[in-house]
């Protein structure tokens, strides 16, 4: 695989890279590290689509990725109410979550935080990051959590959250640091801290964020992204066709608009990169079935008003369907972990 080639698999779907000129210096490295890291904090809804096809695409480009389980920070961050029990069980779903979602397991590695913050090392970077790092910038950086600034007067654990993520990516040694448009702070943290003490610079690699179902006008897209706490706004990687169909019948998408539609980024973000197009069936009065090859000619069609909004969440409904069969295949088999979850989690 030419440079060009392996910089088009990297950089396919990603909204951001920083910078593409370190990025290009990883292609010949042997040994390449990269991560992503997630809090066990509940079900897994189908942004994790968009993250883990860039995971299998990393791991197709030489990458050893590592999917840090992040159980210490679902603690500091409240979740499950800091029931250590319940958050270790979460994190095992989303191990099966990866592997259902078709993360190659050879080149993978499942890394739970409470097996790297066990030495003064990690505790070394912690605090040599936070030196070097004002409470304002800190304070900022709290959104990565899913809290606001203000938040940090609750509770001073929260403070070292940034730090302690800064410090996991020097911790593991990473190449690339891989993670949604709402990690970018983190990531952004990290690197000023590392010029600073004169470590390695990693690379930071951002995926868009998929909008919850209410969507909204001229939303903020760190508020209007998907999320697990909401099941109305969410759809869910294990959903059944028939949950998937009336959630989506009932997700804002006004006719004719193309801009903050939620049912449209699906189709962008997750149908047309995994699927390839999109099948529209339609009554042949209205026009017939038809299939869209490229998420361009569907927003066009659709801003135009030559496709009703319920033909074409159907649309997108039946196609997230078929995506899902074989994370759905795979729970059928391997229940335990998602049941064990699904007593405790908000599923709605």
């Avoid at 409240?78 to 050879?106: Q, S, W």
């Avoid at 964020?209 to 001229?218: A, S």
């Avoid at 042949?284 to 319920?310: C, I, N, Q, T, W």
Wanted: glycine residues 8%; hydrophobic residues 40%.
């Amino acid at each position: 695989m030419g440079l060009d080639e392996w910089m088009d698999l990297v950089l396919r779907n990603a909204q951001e890279v920083v910078t593409r000129e370190e990025l290009e210096a990883l292609y010949e490295r042997p040994g390449k590290r990269g991560y992503i890291g997630f809090e066990p904090s509940g079900m897994a809804h189908i942004g994790w689509l968009i993250q883990a096809a860039k995971v299998r695409d990393l791991q197709q480009a030489g990458f050893h990725m590592i999917i840090y389980l992040a159980d210490w920070h679902a603690f500091i961050n409240d979740k499950f109410g800091g029931d250590m029990e319940k958050i270790r069980t979460c994190a095992r779903y989303m191990e099966d979550c990866f592997l259902a979602l078709g993360v190659d397991p050879e080149k993978a590695e499942f890394l739970y935080a409470s097996e790297l913050l066990d030495g003064m090392d990690y505790w070394e970077k912690v605090l040599r990051i936070s030196k070097k790092t004002s409470l304002q910038r800190m304070k900022r950086a709290l959104t990565i959590m899913g809290r606001k600034e203000e938040e940090s007067e609750m509770d001073s654990s929260k403070l070292i959250y940034p730090s302690m993520q800064a410090a996991d990516i020097f911790q593991m040694d990473l190449d690339l640091a891989l993670g949604g448009m709402d990690q970018r702070k983190a990531h952004m943290l990290a690197r000023d801290a590392a010029e600073k003490l004169g470590w390695k610079k990693f690379v930071a690699l951002h995926t868009p964020l998929l909008p919850g179902l209410q969507g909204g006008e001229r939303m903020d897209p760190l508020e209007a992204k998907m999320s697990k706490s909401d099941p109305n706004a969410a759809l869910f990687i294990h959903d059944t066709p028939e949950e998937i169909n009336r959630k989506l019948k009932k997700a804002y998408c006004p006719q004719g608009q193309v801009d903050d539609n939620p049912v449209l980024e699906m189709a962008r973000l997750v149908v047309f990169p995994l699927s390839g197009g999109l099948h529209i069936e339609r009554p042949e009065k209205f026009g017939g079935p038809l299939d869209v090859a490229d998420y361009m000619e569907l927003e066009s069609m659709f801003g135009a008003g030559r496709l009703h909004p319920l033909d074409l969440k159907k649309a997108v409904a039946r196609s997230l369907a078929d995506v899902l069969e074989p994370v759905r295949d795979y729970f059928s088999r391997h229940p335990g972990n998602l049941e064990a979850v699904r007593r405790f989690a908000v599923t709605g």
